[in-house]
């Protein structure tokens, strides 16, 4: 029997609202050691580019709660439910009636690759398009010095009111073929910047004896967790070792940092990237993989 909902659009202005709306997430990332609204979705639900919405059970189990909550727009939707109440066809419910409204190609993640995410998927016609793998590795004590880049190349920390445009211009090089990163704007940059985790130091930029900026290595550091948030080196200098020197000084940054431990996110199918982070010793983590559904043409 389909559970029957309430769906409705909570005031993330809210405190009240928005404790109950991304307590389903927090609830869920306890369950599924992974997060259920990742960082973009929450930019975007902080920003207003993306709508809340929750589902509240009507009648029998879970009478009057939240059961379910989906960041919705953009063409993305991200979907969970709370772990008290999996199994009783919530998921199911509320997806019918997230896509009841929701027009055009939709793209949804399931963080972790979680079995009833992909059985949703196959049963609302949701097709998988992209693998993006988590991988972890130790960080030795002993690890090289941040200054080890080959010359004529430098190493410094990015400039805050001064690297901006030039960051973007570079990311926009180097991961031209990306569907996200790639399209970050100086907005969205800065967005991250605003991040209480951000520490401009912890961005660590290569350039060349013009002083031409031509990679980067950004760091998170949050929580008592570290990862590479982002790496990428123009791609007119590939073959050269730069990826290699900046993952080193990378650790080298986190080591003085106190960090023992750092993960990544990379595409599943991005060969290249893989061979340099599993020859640094990086291994599999987690898996989080993206489903699409294309838009259904209108009648006439």
């Not at 979907?79 to 009783?88: A, E, I, Q, Y």
């Not at 130790?138 to 805050?160: K, M, Y």
């Not at 080591?255 to 599943?268: I, P």
């Amino acid at each position: 029997m389909t559970a029957s909902l309430r769906l409705s659009v909570p005031d993330l202005a809210d405190p009240q609202q928005r404790e109950a709306f991304f307590g389903v997430a927090a609830a869920a990332s306890e369950e599924d050691g992974a997060d259920a609204f990742n960082e973009q979705a929450r930019l975007d639900l902080h920003a207003g580019r993306r709508s809340p919405v929750v589902a509240t059970a009507t009648g029998g189990a879970g009478d009057g709660r939240i059961v379910a909550a989906a960041a919705l727009g953009r063409g993305e939707l991200d979907l969970v439910v709370d772990p008290l109440f999996r199994g009783l066809g919530f998921g199911e419910a509320m997806l019918d009636g997230v896509l009841a409204t929701a027009k055009g190609t939709l793209s949804a993640w399931s963080h972790g690759d979680h079995p009833a995410a992909a059985r949703l998927a196959e049963r609302f016609g949701f097709e998988p398009v992209r693998r993006l793998l988590r991988l972890t590795a130790p960080i030795a004590p002993d690890v090289a010095s941040a200054d080890e880049v080959p010359a004529p190349f430098t190493l410094s920390a990015f400039r805050p009111g001064v690297d901006e445009e030039e960051w973007v211009e570079l990311n926009a090089t180097v991961f031209s073929s990306h569907p996200e990163q790639g399209s970050l704007t100086v907005a969205d940059l800065r967005d991250r910047m605003a991040e209480p985790w951000f520490d401009a130091a912890d961005l660590l930029v290569l350039r060349d004896g013009d002083g031409r900026m031509v990679g980067f290595d950004w760091l998170k550091v949050e929580g008592g967790a570290a990862e590479v948030y982002v790496l990428g080196v123009d791609p007119r200098l590939a073959g050269r070792g730069l990826g290699r020197s900046l993952l080193r000084a990378g650790f080298a940054r986190l080591s003085d940092r106190g960090a023992d431990r750092v993960d990544l996110y990379v595409e599943g199918d991005n060969t290249t990237a893989l061979a340099l982070y599993r020859s640094a010793g990086f291994m599999d983590d987690t898996v989080d993989v993206q489903y699409r559904r294309e838009g259904r043409a209108q009648a006439t």
